[in-house]
């Protein structure tokens, strides 16, 4: 249930890879948006009081069989609509246009012809650039509508119906690629007569004052990794309950050098006590001989609830256990794409609240991570914390290759700070997504004064994206390489060798287990 009363736009999911990226530009732009089946009932839509709607792209073509269909009833509700690209096509042939199919996809970018000055494209360039990823087109606008542009392939490439304000943009006006896009967005926002209230400050307050209503009463357990999800979780817990709120963060012993000083240093400063556990011990000898990696992530993951498990007991009136889920995670398990197939087993607490007996409360499922980073700016966490890079529940766990040891992890967290000072002398470290090194269990020759050597690789991995679900390697400048490897090199013990991964993700994932 939504605690929420912004204004909202409704976005129909038909399937596209953009989807997210609509919700997010429209949000940018001071909008909240939902993102639902395309097959959402109007009558929910209304009961929302959506004041808009965006139609998305989609793989399908609306010919196909068992293709997604739209509720034709959301053309009656009398608020704005905007069809993109399968969503245009939908909105053609529920109003009586016709969709002309075609055998050949145009994608890539196409250069858009203005030829009526109107609507969403007012005002912008003539003769521009637009991002296209299409196979049908419409052939014949629905009565009412009128044309705005068209590209060399696509006659109409852009419609407006002003009467019902209904807008069909063939093109995508979400991605980067349409330098134009974001005023099209903008401008079909105004048609909706949106007040722009989504911005950090009103959504801290909303959700301070949606914490205080539900939950009233009762302690509430809060696993805080040190990453940016769950210290804003916290930090609004404990805005909203006080001393209510019991804050564990649990020592797996796989964490960076000096990660746990920094965290209880941090939530000093918050002016929170972190109830921090020890628990080094049994991690490591759990994983003691094991070299899978599933079997590794499923070893720390059981601890990890067992010794949660055991903390949270000593809680009496615990009735609620906070976590950081954030609005994709939402999205991915309810949305028109289904589950994404397992390829790693992710670490979290899944299944424990019920274990424990425990309500579950997760105040930001309903943002994007960049949302919830501005909320922690808002709450007035520092930008380095809320920049931070997010480094995963198995920690070090997952970035030792073969078993893993106190002795490899010492080494793995002596030369994974040494790239992060690199990185963050250099300036980069908020150019960079994410960066991480790997300790590989393979050894090779070099030599060293005069001696032979023969250690290990550690492997360098940094990334751009705005996602994780794909990401691209990044672009160092050479001579920040060449530091990194010579300071590695010298200053730890057990390596002698360093390379940079160059995979992009897919097919490569960010972490290397
Ligand atoms: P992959 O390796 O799947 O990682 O490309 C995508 C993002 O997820 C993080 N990651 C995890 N985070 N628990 C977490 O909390 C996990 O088990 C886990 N595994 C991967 C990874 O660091 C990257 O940001």
Known sequence: MSQMNHQLISILDFGSQYTQLIARRLRELGVKTAIVRGDFPAEKIQENHAIGIVLSGGPSSVFEEGALQVDPEIFALDIPVLGICYGMQLMARYLGGRVA????????????????????????????????????????????????????GTPIAAMFDPKRRFVGLQFHPEVKHTPNGEAMLECFLDMTGA??????????????????NSVPEGRVICGVSGGVDSSVTAVLLREAIGDRLVPIFVDTGLLRKGERHAVETSFDHFGMHLDVVDASERFF??????????????????????????????????S????GTLYPDVIESSGVRGTAAVIKTHHNVGGLPARLGLKLVEPLRELFKDEVRRVGEALGLPHDFVWRHPFPGPGLGVRILGEITREQVSILQEADHIVLDEIRQAGLYEAIAQALCVLLPVRSVGVMGDARTYEQVLAVRAVTTTDFMTADWFRFPPEVLDRIARRVVNEVRGINRVVYDITSKPPGTIEWE
């Not at 609620?320 to 976590?323: E, G, N, S, T, W």
């Open 101 to 152: 199919p075609s055998d050949s996809r145009e994608y890539g970018l196409a250069e858009l012809e203005i030829v009526a000055d109107r609507s969403v494209v007012a005002g912008t360039p003539k003769h521009q650039s637009v991002w296209m990823s299409h196979g049908d087109h419409v052939g014949q606008t629905p009565d009412g509508f009128e044309v705005l542009a068209r590209t060399e």
């Open 195 to 212: 007040t722009r209230d989504w911005n950090p400050e009103a959504i801290r307050t909303e959700l301070v004052e949606g914490l205080r």
């Open 285 to 318: 000898s759990a994983l003691e001989g094991e070299s899978d990696p599933e079997r590794k992530r499923k070893i720390i993951g059981h601890e990890f609830v067992e010794v949660f498990q055991s903390e949270a007991k000593r809680f009496s009136d615990a």
């Open 320 to 323: 609620y256990l906070a976590q």
